[in-house]
Nanobody, 126 residues
């Protein structure tokens, strides 16, 4: 069973930086480990849906939400099944629970992803 574990959340001031990590395990043992996409979603209090922040395809292609372009960078360490989200110039509106998710492709919608982590909290304050 695929398991995703996030780490790296915390509290920072406006303009600060954080790096989130998501380590995956349990992918089917058929050499598919490198053929999954990894995405970061976030959900702020009171929001009904999780919004996709960034995603990285198995070939390394990346996609970002417009509001984080130029500030966030998604990357992966395939050998260690870990995906990172480097966040800089953080703003209060970035405050949310951040989740990593995995599936075959970089879907836009959260309900397309089969595998999810438990989430890590990011709080940005003045």
């Amino acid at each position: 069973q695929v398991q995703l574990m996030e780490s790296g959340g915390g509290s920072v001031n406006i303009g600060g930086s954080l790096r989130l990590a998501c380590t995956a395990s349990g992918y089917p043992d058929r050499g598919y480990k490198s053929k999954y996409s990894m995405a970061w979603f976030r959900q702020a209090p009171g929001e009904e849906e999780r919004e996709r922040v960034a995603c990285i395809e198995n070939d390394g292609t990346t996609e970002y939400r417009d509001s984080v372009k130029g500030r966030f960078t998604i990357s992966k360490d395939t050998a260690n099944n870990t995906t990172f989200l480097q966040m800089t110039d953080l703003r209060p509106e970035d405050s949310a629970m951040y989740y990593c998710a995995s599936d075959a492709l970089c879907w836009n919608l959260a309900n397309k992803y089969n595998y999810w982590g438990q989430g890590t909290q990011v709080t940005v304050s003045s």
